[in-house]
């Protein structure tokens, strides 16, 4: 830990982590992760990270239909949104009891008391993972251009005499500096919508002091579990293979829905309702943090390591189960295609009729598109639900 104080010693000028390591990565929640796995000696890949979390999915948000969570984040400018998770960090992180790692969320009612909090932390070499609103982050690509509360970074140290905190991102090679009061905005940001807003929440990690932990080889088959019931036997019709077939009946509507007349003020300029919602359907499914093609692309990196964890001892995977991950990881490269090949229309419409977007797309093509998209992530998920513990 490098710590300096004054000549007075009343003021630490600078203090950073000791043995933090960061690796750049696509997801910031997965990225956040895997470093502070590292950190408390469990070396493992970005996509591992992911896949153990479980938390991979879809979700559909139709704000003609049901309350739309970003409707705060959009201004009412588009109608609707997609995602691929299911869900985001939390204690009740899989990944963190397959690795033997208790993680505990806390907030505060005060940007002020959340960083005196993270300064002792830091004081004490405890890196911790913090949500922020990504508006007021400075070497961000939507920096402010839209307000999104979900954004995760690592918080690694401080330098008082410049105020400012060092802080590791995901796409981030190196440390950042970002100053402390816009650290404090980006926590205590109330603008991001009632269910978006980070709330200036933190967390913490710590391993078991038992050393208690399943095998990763059955961990695995936890997390392959887990995430098809986020596709296959969600309750929310919007969600999983569900959401899917909903969005793609959606489709055919959205000449009706998706105006290239109605004009909104966005942070780039005027443009159509249309053209703002195939700007933001591409950024979910290609460039927000997603790791390219909804997530993906970090599955299928994910079960391209499971079998080189599935055949240790104790809990090996028999050489059937390791076959059908083999077997669906061919779909799953197959659903990275699609979910690009639907995007990539999204994107040639925009450069080809911009504010008129919506006629310069093939909608019966982007259904159908879809329509494959659902058969083949059905069955995918499908032939992995024989996976058992």
Not at 164 to 182: C, G, R, S, W
Not at 252 to 265: C, E, G, P, Q, V
Request: hydrophobic content about 35%; some cysteine; aromatic content about 12%.
């Amino acid at each position: 830990m490098d710590i300096r104080a004054d000549r007075g010693g009343k003021r630490m000028a600078k203090v950073l982590i000791d043995g933090f390591r960061h690796e750049v990565g696509r997801h910031c929640e997965s990225t956040a992760m895997r470093d502070m796995f590292e950190f408390y000696g469990h070396p493992i890949t970005e996509a591992m990270a992911f896949g153990l979390d479980a938390t991979m999915g879809f979700a559909f948000w139709d704000a003609s239909s049901q309350e739309n969570i970003f409707k705060d984040t959009y201004k009412g400018m588009v109608p609707f949104f997609i995602g691929g998770k299911s869900s985001s960090i939390s204690e009740n992180s899989l990944a963190c009891r397959v690795l033997g790692v208790i993680i505990k969320q806390k907030t505060s009612d005060s940007a002020d008391k959340a960083w005196k909090i993270s300064k002792e932390l830091i004081n004490n070499n405890t890196p911790h993972i913090i949500k922020t609103d990504m508006y007021y982050l400075p070497y961000s690509d939507t920096y402010e251009k839209f307000h999104f509360g979900g954004h995760t970074i690592s918080l690694v140290g401080y330098y008082d005499d410049k105020d400012v905190a060092f802080l590791y991102d995901n796409e981030l090679i190196n440390v950042f500096k970002v100053p402390i009061d816009l650290i404090k905005k980006a926590r205590g940001s109330t603008e991001c919508g009632r269910y978006m807003n980070p709330r200036n929440m933190w967390f913490t990690m710590i391993p078991r002091s038992d050393g208690k932990r399943p095998p990763l080889a059955a961990g695995l088959k936890l997390a392959i579990q887990q995430i098809v019931k986020n596709m296959l036997q969600t309750s929310l019709g919007s969600q999983g293979i569900g959401g899917i077939r909903k969005f793609g009946k959606s489709i055919s509507k959205w000449k009706d829905t998706l105006s290239a007349t109605k004009m909104h003020t966005s942070p780039e300029g005027k443009a159509s309702q249309s053209y703002l919602q195939f700007e933001s359907m591409y950024g979910f499914i290609e460039e927000y943090g997603t790791g390219g093609s909804n997530f993906r692309n970090l599955f299928v990196d994910f079960l391209q390591e499971i079998p080189q964890y599935a055949k240790e001892s104790p809990r090996a995977w028999s050489q059937e189960e390791i076959e059908i991950v083999e077997n669906q990881l061919l779909n799953a490269k197959q659903s990275v295609a699609l979910w690009s090949e639907f995007s990539g229309a999204l994107k040639e419409a925009m450069e080809t009729g911009g504010n008129d977007c919506i006629a310069h797309v093939n909608l019966e093509e982007l259904r159908d598109i879809i329509w494959s998209i659902v058969d083949l992530e059905e069955n995918m998920f499908k032939a992995l639900s024989k996976i058992k513990l």
